[in-house]
Each structure stands twice: as C-alpha cells, then as structure tokens.
C-alpha cells in the first residue's frame, strides 16, 4: 500500500502514516480517486494533542479489518485541522448546521464533488451510549451509497445550498461607538461568574481576548468593574489547575467551574494570548502576581515550544506514558501525596500538600491531585515553596515528558511574537525580545516569498504547501507592529504593510468591507469560510482590523484605517448580543474609540538613556491600541518619525490623536499622563 502520509510536514498527518487504513492527504487527487472508483470520501479531521483523536486513531485506525472495510469502500482523507483551518471550518460549519454540535475528531462522508452528506465526530469501536459503532456507521453509509445514492445526492446537494445561503448578516459598515460598547460590558457582567471568576459554566476556556478588551475599556473610562472581572479571572485562572504551577503556562481550559481539572494539552496560542494579558493587566495593576505569570508563562513558551528553528511549536499533548507503558491523560502534571514524599520528604510533602492542594482523595483520577495555589489562611516561607517547586520540577523531568507537534503555525506565532516582544520590554528580559525576533526572521525567511504571500505552516525548516489564511497575514502582521514599537526598527513596519497589502487585495470585500478567511485566488472549496467570531483564537477578520488599524496609526494610510472601520461594522452587530465570542473584535474598537494614540519618541541615539526611558513610558502606556515609534530625527524608518526634532537638544515624545498633537515633552511623568500609564 502506497503511504501517502509519510513525506507531509503536519506531525498529525504523520501520526497516521503507518495505520493499515491508505489514507490520502487533503488533494484533488483524492476525489479524482473516489470519482474514478465510484465510492464515497471518508473525511477525517484533527490534530495532533487531541485526546479523542488518538483514542479513535487506536481504537479504529489501527484496527486491520476497519481498514480493509475502508479500502474497500473509501477513499479516505486525513485533515490536520490546524494545518488546513478553511477545510476544517466548511464542514464543522455543516456538521454544527446538521447536528447541532460540533469536536474533534471530526468524521464526515463526502461526495466525489467534496459535498458532505453523513457527520459525526467520534465514534467507538463498539455501540456504547447511543452511539452507533464506527464498523456501524461505515456499513450504513456504503449501503446508503449503493442503493439510495439518488437520496444521498438530495442530502449533500441540500447542505451545500443551505451553506451557501448562511451568508453573514454583515449589517451597516460603521464601527461600534460608546453605547455598543457599554452594551456588551453590561452582557458580559450577566455572563459572569462572580465566585469563580470567568464566564459561563463549564467547561471553561481562557477568555483571553474578552479580558483584553475589559482591560482597554477601563483604560479608556475608568471602569472599576470592568478591571475587576479582568483582575479576578486571571487570578483564578492562575491559581487553579489550568496553571502549571511547577513549570509554567497554561493547559488549554478548565473541565469545572472551579477552574481545578484542567483538560491538559498546551497549546502556543492560548499560552502567546495570555502570556500577553497578564502582561498588560501588570501594566494596568502593577500586580506582582500577573508579572510573575507573565513571565513564567514567556519563560514556558520559550523553554518548551521553541524550535531549532527559532520558531514556536504548535502544542503538548495531553497524554503522557504512565509509566507503565500507558499513554493516560494529565500523567505528567498529577501527583499523589505518597509521590510528594518519596520526592522532598514528610515535612517538605506537608508544606507541598498544602501550599498546592494535594489531598489524600485526590483532585483528579486515582487519587492524584493537579496542582493548585488556593488562597489560604498564613503565610508560607517563600524560599522553602521555591525549594520544593524546584525539586518537584526536577523530578517530574524525569517523567516522560508530552509528546510535541513540532509543526511551526504562522498565525499563532504572530501572536507569540507579540507577546514575548511586549513581555520583554515591560519587564528587562531582552532575551525574550530576541525569542520573538527569532521567530519573526523566521517567518520571513520561511513562511514568507518574494511577493510577502505567506504559507501557513512549516516543520524542522522546511516550508508546508498550504497557502496562509486571513488569520496568518492578520496575526503575524500585529506581531510585527508590536515588534515595531519595541525595537525601533522599522523593517517590521514595512512588514508588517506587506502583509496587510494582501489582506486589502485577497481577502476583502471591496463593495461591502466584510473579510474572507481565505483569499480570493485560493482552493476552492464548496464554501469560501467566513467568521468573524473569535473562539480560541482572535478570528481572521478582529485580528485584520486591529493590524489594519495600528497599521494605519503609524503610517496615516487613510486606505488602512477605513478598512478596519468597515471590518468592525460586525462587531457592532454582534458585540452587544455575544460579547464573549467576539473579545478581539471589541478590544479592537476600544482603539478605535481612542484613537488610538500615535507616539515617536526621538532621541540622540537608540541607547540614549533618557530617550530609552521615554520609550519605555510609551510602551507602559495603558491607553487602547496606543502605537510607538523610536529612533533618532534623522531617521527615515518610521513615517512617526518624520519632523520629530530634539527638543533643546534633549530626547523628546511626541503624542497624536484624531489629527491633533500635543506639544512635545522630555518629561517621563507628563508622558505617562498623556497615555494613562
């Protein structure tokens, strides 16, 4: 049997390449092949730290008589997600429209036309709670296929025109104002969770993006309410067991209320997205705690997901070896008490338990606990916890470790790139500016060809053949723009316009201003994808409009800024309505609102100390989307720049907003006022 899988660049993919089932990578060869043998497409579709694909993989896929049964009848195709984000989004969209909900693994029959038909996610080896087995579900639609093929041309001919009609209700292209705004403040104080912090029930995911923007709607009005949602959430988010206590960063989301089993795979975009929020809520607060996180979460993404390469991997999976040979979810993060004292000793593995909530029943399965930091009456000896983190921390080193997806994602290390960058010049640490240059030569040595059109994935240096979506080009150019500010070296502004050049041609309506999450020259697939909702992570289309709009804050590009007004027309619409899907969207017109404020900061020199410590200021400012440039008059990097003079021969700040200057200032604290730092 041909192994197609065994030369893609997706570590999912590879995954497979040695199940008995011939599978075939996302091609049109594929449904050439389907429509040559007149058989239906088993379309499969994950990615490689999900726990429930491995599961299906074993129970299924490694199974001989499963794969000869598809062989026979199939043309099987398999899908990382996360690699192929527009095929992913078409058919959850039908498989939600159909089911009502939607996961991965994701299990989809399609015609030879790529037309879907039958949906499921997974399916057991066996019939269990009302689910029919996958060996079920494959006789069902073969029979279907052979006997009722007219029935099944009616089905996928119905979804697909169903699709086509889900147009999104794009509404008036004018950007929410201050009443939308204080609308989907006050839904968001409905939806929260004032006990436990966050929103909703469970499970609970990071709301890192609504958090963002509670953050910038307290910087620009002051409202005491809004930080406090923000504050209290990081906090629980932070203590609970989400929080790799001993090692940093963050598992993917809660499965309670309480913030305490985490599900636990780590992936970079919510470690780069909140990385960056307990920066900013430092910024805002000052709390030594968020500082601490900040930088134990950068410190993790360095430590554990950076490339040779010098970009960032994908994700840890959430299954490690037991250590009897076992793959089991949350191994390499749980511990018993009786590990807690064969580890630092009964006195030490007292102080442990109590200090991380380990108890004798257990806070997950067999009697292990996650580790916590639950509020508590006394104080601990700082020195002693640091002593046993570190000695646990050494011995859980010696554990198996997670498997890693090694791919390089273009998107998620934009946001990566923002964060470690931001992190870095809050907090002294000019390594993690260098981690997120690293990642940005990368990209543009990579992912990036000589017409700035970029590919969405790479793995151990060699560029993937997917072409990137809105997200891409929209996250690595705000990663840009930040590194931009913090550097003072403008070839990732003009980066940074490369890329939004592509949004502005590829990817936008030019009659209505909506957004496409692939361009116009890409795949054709039985719908162009279209979402402006943030989920996991900022959508294509909140993520375009904010680099759009700090695009057009450095440069004064009339073309840039009307195009992120019109993008944010949909969050005008949906914002008061749905405010938790849609946090970017919302922070993204906090800067609108503001703004935002345009900063050059000039100086004699970069390394001039006191035009060091204006930069610096800039950057601390809280005020929303608020972008920095710096450099010396004379220089020609950044438009900002442009008639920027010394002030009586002293390092200066100049501050814009609404085409309107305030006079110059060599002061740090009137710069601070200025920016609401």
């Not at 620009?220 to 988010?237: F, K, P, Y």
């Not at 309480?258 to 780069?272: C, G, I, Q, S």
């Amino acid at each position: 049997m041909p192994n197609r899988l065994a030369h893609e660049t997706s570590p999912y993919l590879l995954q497979h390449a040695d199940n008995p089932v011939d599978w075939w990578p996302w091609s049109a060869e594929a449904f050439e092949e389907a429509r040559r043998r007149d058989v239906p497409v088993l379309l499969s579709v994950g990615y490689s730290s999900c726990h429930w694909c491995h599961v299906m993989a074993h129970e299924s896929f490694e199974d001989a008589a499963t794969a000869a049964f598809l062989g026979e009848h199939f043309v099987s195709v398999k899908v990382d997600r996360e690699e192929r984000p527009d095929v992913d989004a078409v058919y959850m969209e039908a498989v939600q429209a159909a089911t009502g909900q939607g996961g991965w693994p994701m299990t989809v029959f399609l015609t030879p036309d790529a037309e879907p038909f039958y949906f499921g996610t997974y399916f057991p080896p066996d019939p269990r709670h009302g689910m029919p087995s996958f060996g079920q579900v494959l006789e069902g639609v073969r029979q279907a296929w052979q006997t009722r093929r007219d029935e099944v041309a009616d089905v996928a001919g119905k979804i697909v025109r169903d699709l086509a009609q889900r147009e999104i209700g794009y509404g008036t292209a004018r950007p929410p104002g201050e009443e939308e705004l204080a609308q989907a403040l006050l839904a968001l104080t409905r939806e929260y969770d004032a006990r436990r912090g966050g929103f909703g029930g469970a499970p609970k995911f990071p709301p890192s993006m609504v958090i963002e923007f509670l953050l910038r709607h307290h910087a620009r009005t002051g409202s005491e309410g809004a930080l406090q949602m923000a504050a209290d959430t990081c906090e629980r988010m932070a203590r609970g067991g989400m929080h790799d206590q001993l090692g940093g960063g963050f598992a993917r989301y809660s499965v309670d209320r309480d913030w305490v089993v985490p599900h636990f795979e780590k992936m970079l975009y919510d470690n780069a997205l909140l990385c960056r929020v307990y920066a900013h809520l430092w910024r805002a607060t000052g709390s030594d705690f968020a500082r601490r996180v900040a930088l134990a979460t950068a410190d993790f993404m360095v430590r554990e997901l950076r490339t040779a390469e010098g970009g960032f991997a994908s994700a840890l999976d959430a299954d490690s070896d037991d250590g009897t040979g076992k793959h089991v979810e949350g191994a390499y993060y749980v511990w018993t008490p009786a590990q807690l004292r064969e580890v630092l000793g009964a006195e030490d593995a007292e102080l442990a338990a109590r200090c991380f909530g380990v108890t004798e029943e257990g806070t997950f399965e067999h009697g292990a606990s996650v580790l916590q930091l639950p509020v508590q009456e006394g104080v601990f000896d700082a020195d002693r916890v640091e002593s046993v983190r570190r000695r646990l921390l050494a011995e859980r080193a010696g554990r198996p470790a997670p498997g890693r997806d090694d791919k390089v994602v273009a998107a998620w290390n934009g946001l990566a790139i923002a964060a470690l960058a931001e992190t870095g010049a809050y907090f002294d640490r000019p390594d993690l500016v260098e981690a997120a240059v690293g990642a940005a030569d990368l990209l543009v040595r990579l992912h990036m060809d000589e017409h700035a059109a970029l590919v969405r994935t790479s793995k151990d240096g060699r560029a993937g053949a997917n072409a990137g979506v809105l997200e891409d080009y929209a996250d690595v150019a705000e990663g840009f723009l930040a590194l931009a500010s913090v550097t003072g070296e403008g070839v990732w502004l003009e980066f940074a316009g490369l890329l939004l050049g592509h949004v502005l041609t590829r990817f936008t309506d030019p009659e209505s201003g909506a957004l496409y999450d692939t361009a116009v020259d890409a795949e054709q697939l039985i719908r162009r994808p279209q979402d402006p909702t943030d989920n996991a992570t900022p959508s294509g289309w909140s993520a375009a409009a904010g680099a759009l709009l700090g695009y057009a804050a450095h440069t004064g590009s009339e073309a840039h800024r009307t195009a992120a007004e019109r993008a944010l027309g949909v969050v005008g619409a949906l914002g008061p309505r749905v405010p938790r899907f849609i946090g970017w969207g919302l922070a993204v017109a906090e800067a609108l609102l503001d703004g935002p404020r345009e900063v050059a900061v000039v100086g004699p020199s970069l390394d001039d100390a006191a035009a060091r410590a204006l930069h610096r200021t800039a950057l601390l400012g809280t005020a929303p989307g608020t972008v920095v440039a710096y450099g010396t008059p004379d220089s020609e990097e950044f438009p900002l720049l442009a008639d920027r003079p010394l002030v009586h021969g002293e390092p200066a700040a100049y501050v814009c907003r609404d085409f309107t200057c305030d006079a110059p200032t060599t002061d740090p604290d009137r710069l601070r006022t200025a920016l609401g730092g």
